[in-house]
């Protein structure tokens, strides 16, 4: 062996004796990321520059960070603080770490796209930190892709749309606050009922979404996704808002500090909202909040968050029109064929959520809840067409209880070698529905039954436990997951003259596996896929004798978001949606019907730029291919599926005492019917606020509309007659956009 190789094999065995050495002193760097405050930080990067390694704060601040070497450069960063580098000493390995974050403007430069399954909620949240939640309509806006429409005056839950769905009222996509689910199961309107106008707006501190059925942790509805919206904890301020504006509206807003310690925060918000709106009839509209919330945080050891809340809301409505009535002359766009329309409802909730601390890296996260709701609406969808002298206005109503509880064991930063972790949560929960008296009847003027179509009791009940993983090898981190969801639905049909109960159960299993790629700090690439499903309401369950219970859903994603430069954050995904089967309710009967197994493929492009400190620009666009998969060509389209929405804006941040926004939404034209032969009209909105900021007193002007377009906010395909007609007729029926809508705001903090 001549001496070049034996050079070769000595270099060679240094750099392997190197690299164990370097192995074997590989640690976990440990320790807590607060405020200067003290105050704890949760969800905070952790980042490692020399090996990409990457962790995230708990709710307690702690964290641990695998696979650290001397000087390593470890990056720390949280929205709306000052990102912070730490070279690594001999010290920090030994004794950890106290981190604390300097207060900042919120701006891209804070975001690090690491390994999170829906990494997008924490971009997205500086949309909502920028452009502040004006009203309960903007609240599900801020989902990227979502688009929502209201179609009875602000009192019913929106219509909303996300990747190829007519959601309706909350069919395909589960929403929750603070974990509480908001949809309601076997509801008189229709399955997945969704109101969210008991959430004040200004108590919302950030919004956690995910698209598709690839969390094991969201059950029932999450098909399309999920969207969870958190209520801030505490608030810095008092506060007191005055807005008021065109159409005889105005509104009150209250949020007061009533408790601050070392330990214990607690505050309470209300709210008074009325309007007539822009409606030849005007709406009486009128809706209540109150909201009172404590919250105590032992660092360390427990966390626990009480909310008890108030919402009633009434209102009268104009409804769906036929727009053959506006070409005939015999109405105006605001105006209505029946304007005894309308309804009211409430909901009363308590909520527990409550982590335990079990040891360093072990929690036991608890939360319960009950809720007390009556609904009652009066509709008329077809106008003479059943009854050609009374009318087909319809009441629906209900009384409702919900209760439930759900409690998740987490254990976190498992060590597997120098440099791989792990970490599993598990948990069991049930939800259940005890609906009294819904009712589906014919009605004249609101006043008198004409004849009852449905009456009965639902008592339906969800038990499901759920087991997810995650491990982190390298830049890859693996995420698998299962849910087992059981349900037993129950109805007692009290328009029989004999006892009339049935009742039926299912149960389903949905496997999951989601996969992460950080090729560094700044760019991720995500394959997502997994089984989800959507229950059906108990009346339709019950009379099928079970079948089509809970059709599956097959969900794929593939995606990247990448951080080109620190001011820019661009999102793209492609993505495909199969269901068993679909559904469609029929509002005129109070029914569900099954059409078919259905196929969406879609594409979503997103981005954010951060042109300067005080200004910052956001879009994303999506377009989705949505058909049913058993009709013939040209007869396949689902009825009113978005293909194409957008959705952007711009906003300006301490620009001296100035700040505002402009926002813009697009929903292009799509098929109203089967065969695409009726369509209905796509829209482009565009929305502006400007603030000013006086010490503690905040001088503002919201603008809904500000190029008053001719647009039509929800749009269906009815048939129906008019009182003068001998033939009904098929064709587009609409609730108008609102027109240009001005306001003006005074708050004050104290």
């Known amino acids: 062996m001549n001496y070049r190789h034996m050079k070769a094999i000595k270099l060679l065995t240094f750099f392997l004796l190197l690299g164990v050495f370097c192995e074997a002193n590989a640690q976990s760097l440990k320790g807590v990321v607060t405020d200067k405050n003290g105050v704890a930080l949760e969800n905070a990067g952790v980042f490692n520059q020399s090996t990409g390694q990457h962790s995230h704060s708990n709710l307690s601040g702690s964290f641990s960070l695998p696979g650290t070497t001397l000087n390593d450069s470890i990056f720390f960063s949280n929205l709306g603080f000052k990102t912070f580098i730490l070279v690594v000493n001999q010290q920090h390995l030994n004794e950890g770490i106290h981190v604390k974050l300097e207060e900042s403007s919120i701006n891209l430069n804070q975001v690090v796209v690491v390994s999170k399954v ?33 179609h009875a005056g602000g009192g019913k839950a929106e219509q909303i749309f996300l990747r190829g769905f ?58 399309a996704g999920y969207v969870d919206l958190s209520l801030k904890k505490s608030i810095d301020k008092s506060m007191v808002s005055f807005e008021t504006g065109q159409f005889n509206t105005n509104r009150f807003v209250g949020m007061f500090d009533v408790l601050e310690s070392s330990k214990s925060n607690a505050y309470i918000a209300s709210e ?119 009318g087909d206005q319809i009441r629906q109503y209900e009384d409702r209880t919900i209760m439930g509880a ?40 609101r006043k008198t039954v004409l004849e009852q179509y449905a009456f009965g009791d639902v008592d339906e009940t969800n038990v499901y436990g759920f087991v997810n993983g995650e491990y982190k090898t390298g830049n890859w981190t693996f995420n698998p997951s299962v849910r087992v ?51 059906n309401d108990a009346r339709v369950v019950t009379a099928n004798e079970g079948r089509d219970v809970l059709p599956k859903a097959y969900g794929v994603d593939f995606g990247t978001i990448i951080k080109p430069v ?126 000013y900021d006086i010490k503690n007193w905040t001088i503002g002007v919201i603008v809904e509309n500000l190029f008053d377009t001719e647009w039509n906010e929800t749009q269906f395909a009815t048939e129906s007659r008019l009182f003068n007609e001998t033939a009904s007729v098929e064709e587009i029926h609409f609730t108008p956009g609102t027109p240009f809508y001005l306001r003006g705001k005074v708050s004050v903090r104290f």
């Open 118 to 150: 829906n990494a997008m909620s924490r971009i997205v949240n500086i949309d909502v930190q920028n452009d502040p939640v004006k009203s309960s309509q903007e609240i599900l806006r801020k989902v990227p892709g979502l688009i929502i429409g209201q």
């Open 406 to 445: 759900e409690t998740v064991f987490e254990q976190i930063n498992i060590a597997v070698g120098e440099h791989d972790t792990f970490k599993y949560s598990g948990g069991v929960g049930f939800r259940n529905d005890n609906v009294d008296d819904v009712t589906l009847e014919h009605t004249l003027n």
């Open 272 to 390: 008074l909202y009325l309007t007539d709106g822009p409606f030849d009839s005007p709406q009486n509209f009128n809706r209540l909040n109150i909201l009172g919330r404590y919250n105590y945080k032992d660092v360390g050891t427990e966390e626990l968050t009480l909310t008890a809340s108030h919402f009633q809301s009434k209102w009268d409505a104009s409804g769906q029109i036929p727009q053959r009535a506006i070409d005939q002359n015999i109405i105006g766009r605001f105006g209505a064929i029946d304007d005894t329309e309308g309804g009211q409802t409430s909901r009363t909730n308590l909520m527990l959520n409550h982590t335990k601390f079990l040891g360093e890296d072990q929690f036991l996260k608890t939360r319960a809840f009950v809720s007390k709701y009556d609904f009652e609406l009066f509709s008329n969808f077809t106008f003479f067409l059943e009854d050609p002298v009374n």
């Open 566 to 691: 620190d001011k820019l954050v661009l999102n793209a995904t492609l993505w495909g949606l199969l269901l068993d089967q679909e559904f469609v309710y029929v509002g005129d009967a109070g029914i569900v019907e099954p059409s078919g197994k259905t196929r969406r493929v879609g594409v979503e492009l997103g981005g954010r730029y951060q042109l300067s400190d005080w200004l910052y620009l956001y879009s994303d666009v999506n377009y989705t291919y949505a058909r049913s998969t058993e009709e013939a060509d040209g007869e396949d389209y689902i009825p009113l599926a978005p293909d194409f929405t957008a959705v952007g804006g711009l906003s300006i941040t301490d620009l001296g005492n100035f700040s505002g926004n402009l926002n813009y939404r697009y929903l292009g034209d799509r098929a109203a019917n089967e065969d695409n032969s009726i369509i209905a009209e796509g829209y482009f909105v565009t929305d502006l606020n400007l603030n």
């Open 485 to 535: 969801d059981y349900f037993n639905f129950d109805y007692e049909n009290k328009l029989s003259e004999l006892y009339d109960n049935k009742s039926e159960s299912k149960a389903i299993v949905s496997p999951k596996l989601n996969t992460l790629y950080s090729v560094n700090r700044n760019w991720q690439l995500f394959l997502k896929t997994g089984l989800g499903f959507h229950s």
């Open 166 to 223: 007519d959601i309706d009222h909350g069919t395909d996509v589960a929403l929750s606050v603070d974990g509480m689910p908001v949809n309601m199961v076997s509801h008189a309107h229709g399955q997945g009922y969704a109101d969210l106008h008991f959430v004040i707006p200004e108590t919302i501190d950030n919004i956690n979404f995910g698209k598709g059925p690839y969390y094991a942790d969201k059950g029932d509805f999450n098909t």
